[in-house]
């Protein structure tokens, strides 16, 4: 199988779906700032050695490539049968941000990215899912996009931010605070 098939040549590429559109398109950009996140996950996963946390990132990276393909579909012409997402995607972010945060010190200040590597890939990848958040948003004021995507991208970037704190605690990092004027 050739990977290239210059089909895209001219700054067009089709949907699930058949339906030709510019490149340039909401949904393209969308669906690519998705994979665009999975990537760094992967990066994430490589960086930090916690069998839970990288067992986790793997559901979420396959999540993401189903949430990339329903981007991906003309809600209109597609006639092809999509993997779902859940409610119950949610929650398992949710139930563990939740187990996470058990174990963490209270939150009491703001933090600035750093301190060990993986935590600072953490923080890439939460403000690249904040920027696929933000286009999925604007693509549904116009498009067709299942409510429980933009939910689950939202609770993502939450998830990313308390793993960056988990791994700094796992590592015996401090979390760097922000202290305005210095």
Same mark, same amino acid.
């Given at each position: 199988?050739? /990977?290239?098939?210059?089909? @895209?040549?001219?700054?067009?590429?089709?949907?699930?779906?058949?339906?030709?559109?510019?490149? *340039?398109?909401?949904?393209?950009?969308?669906?690519?700032?998705?994979?665009?996140?999975? +990537?760094?996950?992967?990066?994430?996963?490589?960086?930090?050695?916690?069998?839970?946390?990288?067992?986790? &990132?793997?559901?979420?990276?396959?999540? &993401?490539?189903?949430? @990339? +393909?329903?981007? %991906? +579909?003309?809600?209109?012409?597609?006639?092809?049968?999509?993997?779902?997402? *859940? =409610?119950?995607?949610?929650?398992?972010?949710?139930?563990?941000?939740?187990?996470?945060?058990?174990?963490?010190?209270?939150?009491?200040?703001?933090?600035?990215? @750093?301190?060990?590597? %993986? *935590?600072?890939?953490?923080?890439?990848?939460?403000?690249?899912?904040?920027?696929?958040?933000?286009?999925?948003?604007?693509?549904? =004021?116009?498009?067709?996009? =299942?409510?429980?995507?933009?939910?689950?991208?939202?609770? &993502?970037?939450?998830?990313?931010?308390? &793993?960056?704190?988990?791994?700094? %605690?796992?590592?015996?990092? =401090?979390? /760097?605070?922000?202290?305005? @004027?210095?």
């Amino acid at each position: 199988m050739k /990977i290239y098939t210059k089909k @895209g040549d001219k700054g067009k590429t089709s949907l699930i779906g058949g339906v030709k559109v510019s490149k *340039s398109n909401l949904r393209i950009h969308a669906y690519g700032t998705i994979d665009e996140l999975n +990537s760094f996950l992967g990066v994430v996963r490589d960086a930090y050695h916690d069998k839970h946390a990288t067992d986790i &990132l793997y559901r979420i990276q396959n999540l &993401l490539f189903t949430i @990339g +393909s329903h981007l %991906a +579909s003309d809600p209109e012409k597609s006639l092809m049968k999509l993997p779902e997402i *859940s =409610e119950a995607d949610v929650k398992l972010l949710e139930d563990e941000i939740d187990s996470m945060n058990e174990k963490l010190p209270p939150l009491m200040h703001f933090i600035l990215p @750093g301190g060990h590597i %993986a *935590s600072s890939y953490c923080h890439v990848a939460r403000c690249v899912c904040r920027r696929a958040e933000r286009l999925i948003v604007e693509l549904s =004021e116009n498009e067709s996009v =299942e409510s429980v995507i933009i939910k689950y991208i939202n609770r &993502l970037s939450d998830y990313l931010f308390v &793993l960056s704190r988990e791994i700094l %605690a796992a590592n015996n990092a =401090e979390e /760097i605070k922000w202290i305005p @004027g210095k």
